[in-house]
């Protein structure tokens, strides 16, 4: 797995495996997690800087960490398909 990857299984480690299929064929899965480790990585850097404006960006990336990761559990959950009642 990649880093873009693994920033999504930090999120969800019991889905590691469901996370590694589905961005193994999944280009657009795959972005989200990459977007998802962008908006980490911001979020721990505005988290040290000390320039004025730190607390909204850090609010900001914190918002859209918390959107990413419903984006990518919301496509996990997609990806599951359910047994047939019998």
């Known amino acids: 797995m990649d880093e873009?990857?693994?920033?999504?299984?930090r999120r969800f480690p019991d889905r590691s495996r469901?996370?590694?299929?589905?961005?193994?064929?999944?280009?657009?899965?795959?972005?989200?997690?990459a977007d998802l480790a962008t908006a980490e990585?911001?979020?721990?850097k505005w988290?040290?800087?000390?320039v004025p404006r730190r607390e909204q960006r850090i609010a900001e990336y914190n918002v859209l960490v918390d959107e990413?990761?419903?984006?990518?559990?919301?496509?996990?959950?997609?990806?599951?398909?359910?047994?047939?009642?019998r």
């Open 4 to 9: 873009d990857t693994n920033a999504a299984v």
């Open 18 to 33: 469901a996370i590694s299929d589905r961005a193994a064929r999944d280009e657009g899965f795959r972005e989200m997690c």
């Open 41 to 44: 990585a911001e979020l721990r």
């Open 47 to 50: 988290s040290t800087s000390t």
């Open 68 to 85: 990413l990761a419903r984006e990518i559990e919301t496509t996990l959950d997609a990806s599951v398909v359910p047994f047939p009642k």
